[in-house]
């Protein structure tokens, strides 16, 4: 396990006394698209969450090139080099597009690679420069999705989480948001973390798969048997 | 005519204050979101600390504000992380902090209680200059309650605007759980917004002491009209407390004209009540 660049160990994780996410294992190599299914409250972003430190585990462990980061302050999370995508838009609604691609970059203390950063930004998501100026909370649900990836990407990660990326976007968006995580992948090295629900323009993009069931993983492989429904609908 | 210049005044000069107390529990409570009731008794702190380091210590009058300013800037502070951090951090829900904010409340204002008294606390030896233009009159005070918002007021802003600190301010007003997932320390936010709304509460706190003196429940007040221009104005807008205070000192004053002073509050309360009714989110929000 120690070649992985992020590695869960039995990890549990729950609100209050209950756990929703039952001594699940999972790792993700430098470089890799790992993509993590399953239905609506089998816990994904419980454990997303735990893994980035936004909530406490319960037991388990969580490593980040080989060392133990579990309950880590998401803030030192970044700093080392690990993005978070939310689910449903994560963007600061009340301030522009510049501003929230700015923040994106809050951690980062070189502020005069901030405008070539943004540049790289622009150049993937070409509607956000044109939008630059415009309120966040204005831009409609596919250009916000655009800008909270833009976001992460701000901060130069080494491992991006997004959780359900395609969220109430229309096909076509869905594509291209999936192109442009493979995009981010392939020019940067950025290894991908990703929940997404959208099995057609997900799995492909995917070099592993792992599935949730009420909370514990029950398969952890290639995508390809995936995109069979019946093989699919066995694990759901 | 010349009543009503006199009130007009009146409203500009309490106005200011009004707008300073807002932007102080503005800040706290745009930011955290909690709403901090024992500001008042935070900002009542601040007035007698003043006078200790005037009248019993014998120091001279602008470091006896010092002392006010950081004796509430640490109360403000020690309440965010004794009292509120330990509830936000298990995420309880929001009328449970308040609950504890009026405990703390009422724990404050009778320790001030008890330490010194109920009769009123005045610093003997000083009194402002008294000035008029025309029929109107205005003191040093009132002079020192507009200057102190102007100067407060900018300084605050371009913090906000061109600091780091400052933008994560900004960042955690808007949405605190972005700005934990971008890398912002959203407790170390929390410290430094009560550290800076509390030391701005205290400015107005010693101009009162100085200019009607100080009482246990003067904190009750300051509090209300602070709670209500941030209202008004709209939570997060710094503008907007300002211009929320603003509005309920000259409705307050100029109502005067017509109406009996013990109206004075009420007037207050009917101008939030239809604000409200026309803009729920506040007057200035979003703009
Ligand atoms: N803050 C919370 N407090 C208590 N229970 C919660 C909380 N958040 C989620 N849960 C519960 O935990 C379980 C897992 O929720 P989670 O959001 O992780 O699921 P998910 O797989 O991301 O679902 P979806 O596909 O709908 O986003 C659900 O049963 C949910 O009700
Ligand atoms: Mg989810």
New interface residues.
Partial sequence: MSEQLLAVERLSVGYGKKTVVHEVDLGLAEREILIVLGHNGAGKTTLMQAI?G?IRTQSGRVLYRGEPITGR???D???GGIA?V?QGH??????TVRANL???A??VRDRSRLEEDMETVFEMFPILRERATQIGGTLSGGQQQMLAIG?ALM?KPSVMILDEPSIGLAPNLVERVMRSIQTINREFGTAILMVEQNVRYGLPIAQRAAVLKTGRKVYDGPPEPLEDRVELMKLF | MDLFLQLLLNGFVNGSHYALLGVGFGLIFGTTNIVHFAYGPVYAAGAYSAWTAAALLGFPLFLAGLTGVAAATVLGVASYLLLYRPFVRRDAPTFVVLIASLGLFILLENLIAILFGTDKKVVDGYSAGIHFIGPTFYTDIHIYQIASLMILGLALAAFLRLTNYGKAIQAMTDNADMARVIGIDTNKVSILVFAIGSAISAVPAVLILLRDGALPNMGFIAVFVAFLAVVVGGVGSILGAVLGGFLLGMVENVGMWQIPTEWQSTIAFIVLFFVLLVRPQGLFKGT
């Fill in positions: 980035f936004l302050k998401p803030a999370n970044v700093l978070y939310p994560g963007i600061f609604r009340s301030l700015e923040l994106g809050f951690v976001m901060h």
